[in-house]
């Protein structure tokens, strides 16, 4: 498939938004704070001061000696010294400053006035006294105690308010929006996918340009009794382009384009996924008509009954509410389904029915041609060479997604710029397919005997596909060098994308499987444990022959048949559903099979061991050969074509000004004055 643009991020999306600009309620909401904060402070008289505690004696000689500040100060009852109980606080003048001893500094830092207070029972003459200087400032009414009480309370509560209600609830998760869908809405730009950037699915472009079509002029359907459908569910293999076709359906549709993964629906807590689905439709009836893609769909449309909590698991009651709201009593209309899965397998039946799933659009591997235009589109980001063959690759890649043929042209362009190219040329993208095919080069220590053995072992492969082969799958290229976990590879090139396996290509292909464990007997009189991938491969196809394809004198009888296969036969638990003595015959045919096309390979080899020693030779001087080699290694005993080894590119250095001498400086000078100096040059007409 084409290459993903960058959708454009929505608004409302969390870190990826708009930066939030300052807003004047918080300022304000730290200066009220502030200030009561300063409140509290001078609510309290005596706060931050030293204030001495005086006997209701002290005080009333204090205050007929002229020492209390007069106006500054309170009385109130104290119910604990009886009816006639008071506290008296206030101002009096520091007797330090009024009554200094002689001959003592008084500190710099001596206050003329203190705080007091006074607590005790008062008689009438001295309450008339007292409250003559202090003007009797019942400094404190009831309401304003309590609230001077209960502010700290009141200030703590806002703060808290402020700092994690008020932010999660402008950031949409608060604890209240757990059940709002989190389906990001796509607006319409410039670069947006469309159709034309998406190639090798012809066919289900086609099935989605319907929906399209539809939603740009449904007159055009409905007048002949025609009706959208409610639900497109487009499975295929990973990396096939189900997301990158969904993207283009939301360029080309000019209509609301809803976007959500089914993890989405998954939460710890109960009831969250079944309201997330129906605010989910809320939202597109509001936007009819619109498209709503869900991604994975599978992680909350599986089989119900499958989990430990059945009906009450949370899961099954997402999938649930999608079921009602995509076709019940009050079906909405207008809201069309998008959904991706490369697992159909794992679906509820009741998903998958017409009415709310309509149509099932399969997204395959592409194929020769369509590997070849997924290869265009992607190649308009590329630098590439004039002798770059596209179509060449497209046949040397057989079984790439297009996700995988992305991958080949960017892999190409890291390589050609590790070499220094300003261009990517076709050796970088040969380069590029065996690292994404077999990984990367591995150039361990070997010594001579491991590369020997080695050499004869893919000499082994090589010589028989050579000789066996039909002209479908000729060998490509021959190397030593490690890659992944192999010592060395044997590559194809297939003529054509293989459909359907015949007995006799199934047969040759065990045989040339065999061929490295072959030359290792022939050559080096024992045999390695490097085989053991040909052993697995070769027992593999067997067994298919015999149980799956009905290519044995067991007959056309399927054994061995899956409980529940996985998408493209993958994960899928095999059960025993014929006897022992069926098994019996089952192992005796696969070894029987095996073992007659080791016995054929050796056979080959030695009728061709002064080939197989040519080939093995050329291995180990030059590592890597091509299919052409090997080929003219078996009709003429030697090699014809060069061998082109790869040249690294250093840097280019940059050349050094040296400096001009009198001479040099003296001829540039007299060029630039239209003549050379010294010479006969003829003088102007």
Not at 37 to 57: D, E, R, Y
Not at 369 to 382: S, T
Not at 429 to 453: P, Q, V
Not at 456 to 481: C, F, S
Request: hydrophobic content about 40%.
């Amino acid at each position: 498939m084409s290459s993903e643009n960058k959708t454009p991020q929505n608004k409302d999306s969390g870190r990826n938004g708009p930066p939030q600009r300052f807003q004047p309620k918080v300022l304000i909401i730290y200066l009220l704070i502030v200030a009561a904060i300063l409140t509290i402070w001078f609510a309290n008289p005596g706060a931050g001061s030293n204030v001495q505690k005086l006997t209701i004696s002290e005080l009333i000689e204090a205050v007929k000696d002229g020492m209390i500040v007069e106006g500054d100060g309170y009385m109130e009852p104290d119910p604990s010294y009886g009816r006639d109980g008071y506290v008296i606080s206030g101002e009096m003048k520091n007797p330090v400053w009024e009554n200094p001893e002689e001959g003592v500094a008084i500190p710099s830092d001596t206050p003329a006035k203190v705080r007091f207070t006074a607590r005790g029972r008062l008689t009438t003459d001295d309450f008339l006294l007292v409250r003559e200087v202090l003007q009797e400032k019942r400094a404190s009414t009831s309401l304003q105690d309590v609230l001077i009480s209960f502010l700290p309370f009141l200030l703590i509560i806002g703060l808290l308010y402020f700092l994690f209600v008020r932010q999660l609830k402008s950031a949409g998760r608060g604890a209240m929006s757990f059940g709002k869908s989190k389906a990001k809405m796509l607006t319409r730009e410039k670069d947006a996918l469309t159709f034309k950037d998406v190639a090798g699915c012809d066919e289900a472009k086609e099935e989605v340009s319907e929906v399209v079509d539809f939603l740009k002029d449904p007159k055009k359907f409905q007048r002949i009794g025609g009706r959208i459908p409610r639900g497109v569910l487009m499975v295929g293999p990973p990396g096939t382009g189900k997301t990158l076709l969904a993207k283009a359906v939301a360029g080309e549709a000019d209509v609301p384009f809803f976007s959500i993964s089914g993890s989405d629906f998954v939460e710890m807590f109960v009831g969250v996924g079944a309201a997330r689905v129906r605010d989910m439709f809320e939202q597109g009836r509001k936007n009819a008509p619109c498209i709503v893609f869900i991604d994975e769909i599978d992680a909350v449309g599986r089989q119900r009954g499958s989990g430990v909590g059945g009906g009450n698991d949370e899961r099954e009651q997402t999938l649930n509410s999608l079921l009602v709201e995509m076709d019940g009593f009050d079906g909405h209309e207008g809201v069309i389904i998008i959904a991706a899965t490369n697992r159909p397998d794992v679906l509820d039946n009741a998903l998958l029915r017409p009415g709310r799933f309509d149509r099932q659009v399969t997204i395959d591997l592409p194929d020769l041609n369509g590997r070849h235009e997924i290869l265009l589109v992607h190649a308009k980001k590329i630098a590439l060479s004039e002798e770059v063959n596209l179509e060449f690759v497209a046949r040397n890649t057989p079984g790439f997604s297009g996700a995988d043929l992305a991958n080949l042209l960017n892999e190409g362009a890291l390589i050609a710029a590790r070499y220094n190219k300003k261009v990517v040329e076709m050796d970088d993208l040969d380069e590029a397919r065996d690292k994404i095919s077999f990984g990367r080069e591995r150039r361990k220590l070997m010594d001579d005997e491991d590369r020997k053995i080695t050499a004869y072992h893919e000499a082994g492969h090589a010589l028989i596909q050579g000789i066996v082969d039909d002209g479908h799958m000729p060998v490509h290229k021959v190397t030593i060098i490690p890659r992944g976990q192999s010592l060395g590879s044997t590559m194809f090139m297939p003529k054509k994308d293989l459909l359907n396996h015949s007995k006799r290509r199934l047969i040759n292909d065990i045989c040339c499987t065999m061929g490295g464990r072959a030359a290792e007997e022939i050559v080096m009189g024992d045999v390695t444990s490097g085989a053991s991938g040909d052993i697995r491969m070769a027992t593999k196809t067997a067994r298919h022959m015999v149980c799956d394809w009905g290519m044995s004198e067991l007959g056309m009888v399927a054994l061995g048949e899956s409980q529940s296969g996985g998408y493209m036969g993958h994960g899928g638990v095999a059960s025993k559903n014929y006897s022992e003595e069926t098994a019996q015959k089952i192992d005796s045919l696969v070894h029987d099979l095996i073992q007659e096309q080791y016995a054929r390979a050796l056979e080959i080899l030695n009728g061709h061991r002064s080939a197989l020693d040519t080939i093995a030779e050329a291995l180990i001087e030059h590592e890597t050969i091509d299919g052409k080699h090997v080929l003219e290694i078996i009709e003429h005993g030697e090699m014809r074509s060069p061998i082109v080894k790869r040249i690294i590119a250093d840097p280019e250095p940059e050349e050094e000004e040296t400096p001009e001498t009198e001479a040099e400086k003296k001829a540039k000078e007299d060029d630039d004055k239209g003549g050379l100096a010294g010479s006969e040059a003829p003088a102007p007409a």
